[in-house]
């Protein structure tokens, strides 16, 4: 197999001729909803990019050459938009977003036939052509739709026969709490080949996991040919805990894998990056440390890189997964760290991580304005993806509130699709409702002039739902709360805003989205973060 050169230029000249092609009319629809993909569908060439966590066109080529760099990635964006902001317009029977249920969810875009999947825990995996409409393809607990009949009883739990040398590496646990699946997988494609990178733990709770692997033909599968790559059952002392894999490629094209959880924190470990080891760490050991473990869990990693600032994000999810989840981002020049908060805080070495560092995405809220009047909580565990127009989307998986006023959750993980923004200070913020199609574009003052229902996003790790007030924004650039002086905000660009509120600055952006919330139409939205690291979201009322 011969690598090919990676070149940017040429990655830009692909995004071009998309650009040219959709102008011609020459985009994918939906054929369940009409809706545009989310991908690329123009000229299908050789060098097109296939490579982890990056949306790429449809490979119609037989050659096993496989392009192994950043490709989207790689493609610089402006950050902010040039074209003035339009509201999404689609009826609320069009909005199906958050309707499947996907557990830590990974996504992957097949480029064989375009479609985005997401893969999670349990097995559980839901497809969809544009990132709004999603399909649930295989539900909790249904292995053989990935893995084949053949099975294997260990412990009186029927388990996937391919997987077996992990499962009796590992022993998972029976009774009250039995571990009966696979945790986090993420599946990647090298040379026509699908790879499903996977966990398996022997309790809640344990820090004795293992991560392996298995491949197929096809992205759903079956999949076989077990390969373990790194197990921490019955180890001693402080030691990372082998689960939660992710898979990313640097702007070098050198190959990493995330993983690790509260125990020890989150470390990464690189991996061949060609050849028949592909995929396979590079050394012995954990590799190096991330993100340090603290009393509160510190899990699901998710790498992704953004060429336009030069940044790679280091994603993970704080807290209880019923209660109090909350996501968390950290940046680097390096792929391998240090990642630094807001505050320069470097996570591999401070304390207190489940409370106090790292920059915040969400956690959980309330919308008064919603119906029926429940929030949503236990935001997390999410992947990232890059679009060929240069969105980029978070995905992640949320429960609900169960009534107004209560500390608790239900049991359903709906997924859920946002898009992600950067602030002009390089942070990413998270559009405060599901995608539903929109795009950024720039606004005018008197646009942004309008009340607000402001959400303050609680801090640390707390099960609290925080509820959104009124605040009045005004053309002339202050802001008041109940009459009052509350502070002030400008705009910058027609994009970027910054809101002072109080002694705390918050950095963010002005964004269209679909109110999900009860009004089910188009509205203006802030999203933002503060120099602290705190979270600001706004939509503005009817």
């Not at 539900?139 to 053949?150: A, I, K, M, T």
């Not at 959750?409 to 200070?425: A, C, I, M, P």
């Amino acid at each position: 197999m011969k690598r090919k050169p990676f070149c940017i230029a040429l990655a830009a000249l692909f995004c071009l001729s998309f650009a040219a092609m959709t102008a011609c009319g020459e985009t994918d629809k939906d054929e369940n909803n009409g809706d545009t993909s989310g991908s690329t569908s123009g000229s299908q060439t050789p060098d097109t990019p296939s490579t982890p966590n990056t949306p790429s066109t449809p490979d119609t080529s037989t050659t096993e050459d496989t392009w192994h760099n950043e490709g989207l990635w790689l493609s610089k964006t402006p950050l902010a938009p040039t074209e003035a902001l339009s509201l999404p317009t689609k009826d609320s029977t069009s909005w199906v977003n958050g309707e499947v249920a996907v557990h830590d969810p990974s996504i992957f875009q097949d480029p064989k036939n375009k479609m985005y999947y997401v893969f999670g825990t349990h097995y559980a995996v839901a497809s969809s052509r544009n990132l709004i409409k999603w399909t649930q393809e295989v539900r909790d607990g249904e292995w053989e739709e990935l893995y084949g009949s053949s099975s294997v009883t260990i412990s009186g739990v029927r388990w996937p026969e391919a997987i077996k040398d992990t499962v009796e590496l590992v022993s998972p646990t029976v009774g009250k709490d039995t571990i009966n699946s696979t945790w986090a997988p993420d599946v990647e494609t090298y040379n026509g080949k699908y790879y499903m990178y996977y966990s398996v733990t022997k309790a809640f709770g344990s820090s004795e996991s293992a991560i392996a692997r298995v491949e197929a033909d096809s992205v759903m599968g079956p999949y076989s040919n077990n390969t373990i790559l790194l197990d921490s059952v019955g180890e001693t002392g402080t030691h990372p805990n082998c689960i939660d894999p992710e898979l990313f490629y640097d702007k070098e094209g050198k190959l990493w894998m995330v993983y690790g959880s509260h125990f020890a924190g989150v470390y990464i470990k690189e991996l061949y990056n060609e050849g028949e080891k592909w995929g396979l760490p590079k050394e012995e050991g954990w590799g190096k440390l991330l993100w340090k473990g603290g009393s509160q869990v510190v899990e699901g990693p998710f790498v992704f890189y953004n060429a336009t600032n030069d940044y790679y994000y280091l994603m993970t999810t704080y807290g209880a997964l019923m209660e109090t989840y909350n996501m968390r981002v950290a940046r680097s020049k390096n792929p391998d760290g240090p990642y630094v908060d807001a505050e320069g805080t470097d996570l591999a070495t401070s304390s207190g991580n489940g409370t106090e560092h790292g920059v915040q995405i969400a956690s959980n809220y309330f919308f008064e304005h919603s119906d029926p009047a429940v929030g949503y909580g236990a935001l997390g565990h999410n992947s990232v993806i890059k679009d060929a127009d240069g969105r980029y989307f978070v995905v992640y998986h949320t429960r609900r509130q169960e009534g107004v006023g209560a500390d608790s959750v239900t049991d359903g993980h709906n997924l859920r699709v946002s898009q992600l923004y950067f602030n002009k200070e390089g942070w990413p913020v998270m559009a405060p409702s599901g995608y539903d199609g929109e795009s950024a574009g720039t606004v005018t003052a008197d646009k942004v002039a309008a009340t607000y229902e402001v959400v303050l996003h609680t801090y640390g790790t707390q099960i609290a739902f925080k509820s959104s007030e009124d605040y009045v924004f005004t053309a002339d650039g202050k802001v008041t709360k109940g009459g009052a002086d509350a502070g002030t905000w400008t705009l910058e660009s027609g994009f970027y805003i910054d809101i002072v509120l109080g002694q705390e600055t918050y950095h963010g952006v002005v964004a269209p989205v679909w109110d999900m919330y009860g009004n089910l139409k188009g509205t203006v939205s802030l999203t933002a973060t503060s120099d602290k690291g705190h979270t600001l979201w706004a939509m503005a009322k009817a």
